[in-house]
Every structure is written in C-alpha cells, then in structure tokens.
C-alpha cells in the first residue's frame, strides 16, 4: 500500500477542516429555526460529513503507517477512549445526583475532546518513542 505522507494528510485535514468551520457557522444556526424535517435533520448532520471523511483519512494514514506508527496510533487511541470514557462517567453521575444540569447539545463535544486528546497523547507517545508521534 503507498504511503500517505503526513504533509498531504494535514493538507486534506486542514481543509476539511475549513469546510466543517464554514458549515457551523454559515449553516448550522439555521438547523433550528428549519421547518421541515428533512431540511432540519439535513442542516443538523451537514457538519459531519467533512468529520466522517477526516476519520476516512486519519484510518488510512493509520493503514499506510509502520508497525511502530500503528502501536502509537493504538495507545494514543485508548488514551483518548480511557480519558474520554472517565469524563463522561463523572458527567453522568454528577448529572444524575443533580449536581449539574447537561443537555443533549453536551453530546457535540465527545468527537473534538475524543480527537484532541488523541492528538495529545500521540505526540506525546511519539515523543517517549523518539520524535515518532508528528511524523
């Protein structure tokens, strides 16, 4: 399989990034105010799509990586999956004791905190491994 070099991986996520940013703030504000359902729903997921296509990328960046690459993607992963995992239980038992009040709009900051951490932890890793986590 050829590579996926990391310049043209952060080329494509910078501009999927570009549209995702331009679809929440050009269109998103009027998945509420949509009359209809379909255009709601259509509005509401339109920002997932450039997401969905971003872990298209990442996985075969991933894919063309070496074994060590592969490892460090792994732990990086299920660093951000532990973090994210233990948020989210403190959130609910706080939430169910009354503690704080969440709405379902909390659930749109599970992906970024997900990827964030993950990017974290990967350089960090790669770090650890000898500059491996930005290649």
Request: charged share 15%; hydrophobic share 60%.
């Amino acid at each position: 399989m050829p590579r996926y070099t990391e310049k043209a991986y952060r080329r494509h996520m910078w501009l999927l990034m570009v549209i995702y940013v331009a679809l929440m703030l050009l269109e998103w504000p009027h998945a509420r105010g949509a009359v209809s359902l379909p255009l709601k729903a259509m509005l509401a997921l339109a920002p997932t799509v450039p997401v969905i296509v971003l872990l298209w990328l990442l996985a075969k960046r991933v894919m063309s990586s070496d074994e060590l690459q592969q490892r460090l993607h792994l732990m990086a992963l299920s660093i951000a999956t532990g973090v994210l995992a233990v948020l989210s239980m403190i959130g609910g038992f706080l939430a169910a004791a009354g503690a704080i009040h969440l709405d379902g709009d909390i659930l749109i900051w599970v992906f970024p905190v997900l990827f964030m951490t993950y990017g974290v932890a990967h350089v960090v890793l790669g770090k650890r491994y000898g500059g491996m986590g930005c290649e």
